[in-house]
């Protein structure tokens, strides 16, 4: 973290307190958080920030607090202790901090007690500081808790601004973008050389690690693309494998990136792999076409929905008109999560508030296999981020499962489907910038095409 | 994780119950811990398993519980949710991991309530486990209070258990320890090339990746070595800068290496960092040298203390007798930390029972500068594996200190201590098995040489 006075970054926040204090009429407090013991309590893991926090200092202050009052900004930390400039060095002190991030006040910690009538705030991950919050606050602050009254204000205040990225943001999100861009291509270019998966990983992390990020979730790498949330890393590389790779960095003060990329690990996809690529990014394709301002979102996941099934159709693994075979969740057989969701200093941004970013107000998760995982239910609107991430999966659980194969089985040409076994899971995802006009896609610098990845992997 | 039955590991788990069992007449519960969340709940740090529970396992599992009682080992964890195959892949159930470790029941997790009668425990870090443990013991167990009655001499038990490390431990820390050499190696390697130490990092911690293991503690890698716990990674290197490499790896379950080496970023020491490395080697080469049971751990430091000393009145740094010196503490405002700890499951190892293992009963902690920081007072035994890591420092916050100035004015030369400006930390440290005879350094594939150091980074 390198901490210097810039008039950019102090008009940024001052830009987003003014904002905020158009919207609430009530003083917010918010905490920055405290590292997590990770086997014992001076081993902690990497500290990270609260993201509202960080939304209104752009610093990833430890054991610090914000209030936040008629566009006002107070800081409350205490001053290094003495003993910490041997172990940690010398630290800024709460000056100048507070300079950096243009607060009106800065106080120590203890006063931050005097300051808490009537003020709204919204819970941090850590046990050590949502106590903090709860007994400062006089009431449970909980991270697994719906926030309630003032603080449900507060957080639907808060999510209408981070909603929108403003030009700070962007800025910080399009570093990210460009580094994950980098360390998937690392990660291509690795692989001809690798046995396990994880040295695949290891050259993707480099990149991120090299240019002084984290990444911004544990990273997927991995031939067994059809576990989701895979976070295995041993597997060996055989030459006929894919490797799903689903790994983004995030820049110092806690923006996000988040891409998805299948490539072959022998450096040529073979002619079913090809088959099933082209209908993923022909459902990548359409979806990222269709982004801009007033576009439903979930009409973009229905229409990747759909362009599977038909790409599924044309090659025999599906029976029937596509629009049918979406209406009974055929398609979800393979394409089993939602089309993407929202990113920002979250990569799910805001998903510690539950739904309530996601969703706009009103709109509640779908029962619906599929659309259940929906994560993103809104209008589009310029400004917002959002990941298009489209796949096909052949998750044993779904489909060797006795109600699906009799549920499904004139539907779907089992047979068939059975010459696709070299297809276990592939998903491609960009991040894509909701314009006045239409779209950016952050990620653009990173081919997607079969042909290009076949390249990369080569070179 | 590779899961599958090995009948060495079974072996070892059963040796190591039918110890405690030898130790304690009533049963002891440990807990395996639960993810810590990062940002938001479904975004967790990398999960890491207690060490505790780590050592009568062999696995890292997530949310479950064991019951050691008479060398009887009872396994208590849930089988994966129906939902779980499809974002976390098809998972061992409780009784194939049962089989794996060798437990004679296994069980759901809610029935562990039957069984906490007269149960010891030891706290777990992660609020939510902590918060289980407490509640189904009906007492607070808490990371951070010592433990008491059954708690503290379950604790002892384990600690004469664990502070004497076994075939199946020694395996995994010389795993460990080989991939922490090889990622020194590559930090070396990659400097020439690097801009900033965050490259220099990724280098390192690429190797480690690679391995499929992670860090056990967050790296340092600087060119402000004066700062013992740098967390920082985005300085520059200069031509005359020393970079320190505070780097050590983890085995997948859970075995640490930790190893300290210093270099020069242009790949030659100048002659003023040349003679302060040469001192810190000397006491790192003379206190290995004494390593063998019987010998007071602490007396290695005061050992330490003393080369150093001496080094620095040949030098002309310091005037005196060097015995005088250390007796005043004049090599602690160069060396104010202690000689090293103990390693194992954790990089301090059993630090989260505070100082119960590295002390000796009876001794407590110095409040002596210098003696205070040392983590490990206790005779060696063969079995007990330590770190030495001598080190020299220009900390800006003692050395500018005005009483530090005045009373230690005749004993420090001031004007040639400007000299030797270009050293601002340096410190080497490698990893020693007390062995029947005399000693085993585990990193000694690493060289210390200064003048080996340059090859590694020219090569």
Known sequence: MILKTSSSLIETLRDRRQRLANLIDFPAILW???TSPRNFPANVFPFRANSHFLYFTGL???NAAIRLSAGKLELFMDDPQPDSALWHGEMPDREEIAQIIGADVAKPMAELELWTEEAA???VQDAATWTQQSQLLNRWVLPLKSPQDIDLELAKAIISLRLIHDDGALAELRK????TVEAHKAGMAATTHAQIEAQVRAAMEQVIIANNMTTSYNSIVTVHGEVLHNEQYHHSLQ????????VGAETETGWAGDVTRTWPVGGKFSSTQRDIYDIVLAAH?????KVSPGVE??????LACTVIAEGLVNLGILQG???DLVEINAHALFFPHGIGHLLGLDVHDMEDLGDLAGYEEGRTRSNHFGLSYLRLNRPLRPGMLVTIEPGFYQVPAILNHANVRSQYQDVVNWEHLSQFADVRGIRIEDDVLVTQESRDVLTAALPTQASQIEDLVCR
Do not use: E
Request: hydrophobic share 45%; with cysteine.
């Open 60 to 62: 990833p202050l430890r």
């Open 297 to 302: 979102y979930q009409d973009l996941h229905l």
């Open 321 to 323: 008109n596509p629009q």
């Open 285 to 289: 394709d359409a979806c990222i076409a």
């Open 121 to 123: 705030t919204i819970a």
């Open 176 to 179: 990210a973008a460009a580094v």
């Open 32 to 34: 920055s958080g405290t």
């Open 239 to 246: 030459p006929g494998d894919l490797i799903l790779a689903d």
